[in-house]
C-alpha cells in the first residue's frame, strides 16, 4: 500500500498498473469499445475483437466486460498466449471444468475437442453460452489460430456454440490481414482499436481515478495535466506510473498540489524523456523510500520508539487509516488553498478571477457537477468529469446533453439549469453552474460558492458551452411520421392531455399519424419551439414541464412569460 494515501486522504492506491474494472474510466472510446463487444457478443458465434498499442487499458476493458457478462455466459480466460495448440486446448478446458478423459488410441487434440464439443452442446441446450478469451493474442501462433478457426465451426443446425475474444497489440491485426488468415479474418464479427486517451481526456482520467480513490478535490493542477499528455501521449499505462511517482515525490516534499514542474521531474526518473535530469529528482524516490522505511518501522516498533513531536515523519500518521469514500462536501472550501476546477480541455490553471461577481454564498454545495444533480433530487458524490456527469445521469433516468457552440437565445429556450465555461480576465476558463437568470442578472455556482453576474458580462466572456440535464423517459426517444411504438404514443398523449385539459385522446393503432401529428405541431407553434411535427428532445423537455411544475427551471416565470 502506498505511503503517500494518508497524506492526500485516500483510501486506496489510485493509480495501480493492475487493471481494476472498477478504476475504468468511461470515454467516449471506451463506451464504443463495449458496445462493439457487446454486439459481437450478442451475435451467434464467431470471432470478437479488440487491439490497441500497449497500455491502453485493453485488459481493464476487457475485465470490466466480463464483470458485466449476464449469468448465462461461461468464460475461459486464457492469459497466456504463446501455448502449443495442445495446451491452448487444454487451458480451455480446464477453464470450463471440462474433464479430458484418457483415450490412448486418440491423439490429445482429438480427445479435447470431442469433450469441448460435447460440454457445448450441453451448455447450449441448458441456455448457456461459451466465452473464450485469449490475451496477448498477437503472440498466438498460426497453428493456434487455425485451431481457434475450427473451434469455430462447432455449432448445432441453427447456432454456433462458441464466441471466441481476442485481445492484442496491433501486430494482431497485421497478423489477420495476411492471405493465410483471411479465414479467420472473414469470421470476425465485431472488432475495435483502442486509441490513446485524447488530451482533453487526460484530466478527467486523472481526475476519475482519484475520485474513484476517495480524493475529494482536484490534486493535480490544469498545467501539470496538459505536461501529463505531453509526457505520455494519452497512455493510460504511463499516466499511472508517472502520477504514481508525483504522488510519492509530493509526499516526500511537502506539496499539497503537484505542478507540471513536479510531474516532469517524477517522469525523468521512470521515463527515458528528452528532459534534463533535475539534479533533486533522483533523492525524491530516496526520500520517499526512507519515509516508507521510517513508517514501517513505526508501525513494527511504535511503542519502544516514540515519534518526537518535532520529527518530520510526525506531521504523516504512521498507520494507514482505511476510510470511506467522501461525500459530497457541502460547502467544499479548502482553507489556505484555492479549489481548482475540471474544466474538459482546459490546460492552464483555472483562478476564481471573473470579473463582476458578489461575494459567494458560503451554504452552497460548491462542486458544480455535484450542485446541478442536487436541483434534479439527485444525490452525487463529488464529480470531477463530464464522463462521470452521463453516468450518473443515465443511472437515474436522466439525459445529459452538452451543447459546444451556442448562444444566449438558445440557452433560455431550453430553459434548463446547466454548467457554462467562463473566461476570465486571463481568458482562462472556469466552471460554473448556472442556476437562474432573473432581469439583467444570473444566479451562478462555482468553487466559491453562488455567486450573481451581469447578463451582459455573462455574454461577454461565456465560452458559449452549456451541458444540461434532461428527463429522459424510457418509453420515448423520438417520434416521426409513421413510427410504430405504441409506449411513445400513450405517454405522448397523456402528456399532451396534461398540459391542456381540452385534449381528446386520438385513436392511434400504435402508429404515429397525421392526425396526432397536427396536434404536436399545434402544441410547438404555441411553445414557440421550431415547429416540424417530430417528438425531440426539446418537445420531450417543454411537456415534461407544463405537465410537471416542480421540473428544474432557468429562468423565472415572468421573463419565460415575457419571452413565449
Known sequence: MSIYLQ??????????????????????????????????????????????????????????????????????????????????????????????????????????????????????????????????????????????????????????????????????????????????????????????LERADVANYVNHRLHCAGADRPIFDNAAMAALFRLTKGVPRLINLICHHSLLAAYATGAKTLSAGLVKKAAAEILDTHLPKPKTAGKWLAIGLFSALVITLGLLYREYLPTPINSPVAAVEPSIEIVEPVAPVEPLVLEDQPQEDIVKGADQPQEDIVQGLNKPSPAVTTNPFTALFAIWSVEAGALFSEEEVYAVAASNGLGAEKLAATDLAILMAI??????????????????????????????????????????????????????????????????????????????????????????????GGRYNAAIRERVLLFQKQQGIKADGVVGRQTIMKLNQLANPSTPRLISEEIAGGAN
Open 7 to 196: 497524506y492526500f486522504a485516500l483510501n486506496c492506491e489510485p493509480f495501480s498498473i493492475v487493471p481494476d474494472p472498477g478504476f475504468l474510466y468511461p470515454s467516449s472510446q471506451h463506451r464504443q469499445a463495449v458496445a462493439h463487444l457487446k454486439y459481437g457478443l450478442d451475435r451467434e458465434g464467431g470471432f470478437v475483437l479488440l487491439s490497441g498499442e500497449v497500455g491502453t487499458g485493453k485488459t481493464t476493458l476487457t475485465r470490466t466486460l466480463l464483470k458485466h457478462l449476464p449469468a448465462h455466459m461461461r468464460v475461459a480466460y486464457v492469459l497466456n498466449s504463446k501455448l502449443k495448440v495442445t495446451d491452448v486446448l487444454a487451458s480451455i478446458c480446464h477453464e470450463l471444468s471440462i474433464d479430458v478423459p484418457s483415450t490412448p488410441d486418440l491423439s490429445f487434440t482429438k480427445t479435447c475437442t470431442d469433450a469441448l464439443n460435447h460440454d457445448l452442446l450441453d451448455a447450449h441446450a441448458q441456455g448457456k453460452k461459451t466465452l473464450v478469451v485469449i490475451e496477448e493474442a498477437q503472440n498466438l501462433s498460426a497453428e493456434v489460430l487455425e485451431m481457434l478457426r475450427l473451434l469455430s465451426n462447432l455449432e448445432t443446425a441453427t447456432h454456433k456454440l462458441l464466441h471466441i475474444l481476442l485481445v492484442g497489440q496491433p501486430e494482431l491485426l497485421e497478423t489477420l490481414a495476411q492471405k493465410d488468415q483471411r479465414q479467420l479474418n472473414q469470421r470476425v464479427v465485431a472488432r475495435f482499436h483502442l486509441l490513446p
Open 415 to 508: 430553459d434548463r439549469p446547466g454548467i457554462v465555461w467562463i473566461r476570465d480576465a486571463d481568458n482562462r476558463l472556469k466552471t460554473y453552474l448556472l442556476v437562474h437568470i432573473n432581469d439583467n442578472h444570473l444566479t451562478l455556482i462555482g468553487a466559491s460558492g453562488q455567486r450573481s453576474m451581469e447578463m451582459e458580462r455573462f455574454v461577454t466572456h461565456w465560452s458559449g458551452a452549456l451541458l444540461y440535464l434532461w428527463h429522459s423517459p424510457a418509453e420515448i426517444h423520438s417520434l416521426r411520421l409513421g413510427d410504430i411504438n405504441p409506449e411513445a404514443l400513450n405517454w405522448l398523449q397523456n402528456k399532451l392531455r396534461q398540459a391542456d385539459d381540452s385534449y381528446e385522446q386520438i385513436i392511434t
